[in-house]
């Protein structure tokens, strides 16, 4: 039969090997908890959470963690989380209405070819107020390598992020461009450092800190209506 592509991708391409685990994830998770004001206790989902590792680094800041994927082997290495299996670009979330108060979910939406049900089904899981933030590669900064990664269907810029949580009935919707670098998150004024610099970057560079002086992110969020 088919093989499950994105399973694939998840085992072959983003391997442990190709793709060491490092201590970024616990970095963003504390930023985002911090920017986004997140508490212990809260309930948070991640579609698309591969090894974890992001899940792992939000319950060490005391949030109840869930995870969907569509590898039957994602969070295979996960303790005390539980990770359903789902093909969320067009069946529906596992879960009941109104159950999160976040919901997470980074290099997910461009690999969709209907990111916009997801972001439906995640308004209906959300709680009345509850906050779904997606981090996606800005297609602006990253068009010329965008398609390195075939599985790539559905690129983005702020104003069309900013348009699909519109769509899908969110409020308060925010879309930011972000480097993926601790160091600019503490010290903004860097962020001029690299925009001087990324025209000279090579836009196939290993080097990880030049890699991400030159690639940006959009970070978007939305807030479930009350009365949805």
Known sequence: GRRNLMADYLEI????????KTTYPEHLAKYLF??????????????????GEFLNSFRKLGMNCYGVDLSAKAGSKLEGIEVKQSNFDSETLPFEKDFFDF???KSLLEHLWHPDHLLKET???????GCCIS???????????????FTHRTPFTQFSLKDIYRICDFEKIEVFKFRQLPIV???PSLNLVCS????????????????WSRELMLVGSGKKPYGT
């Open 185 to 187: 998150w503490k010290y």
């Open 13 to 20: 391409v983003y391997d442990d090997q190709s793709h060491p």
């Open 103 to 105: 919901i997470y979910n």
């Open 196 to 211: 001087v610099l990324s025209p000279l970057i090579p836009i196939r560079t290993t080097n990880k800190f030049l890699k």
């Open 123 to 129: 308004l209906r899981v959300l709680k009345p107020g």
């Open 135 to 149: 981090l996606v590669p800005d297609w602006e900064a990253n068009y010329k390598i965008y398609f390195d990664d």
């Open 34 to 51: 911090d920017l986004f004001g997140m508490k212990s206790g809260q309930r948070i989902l991640e579609p698309g959470c591969g090894r």
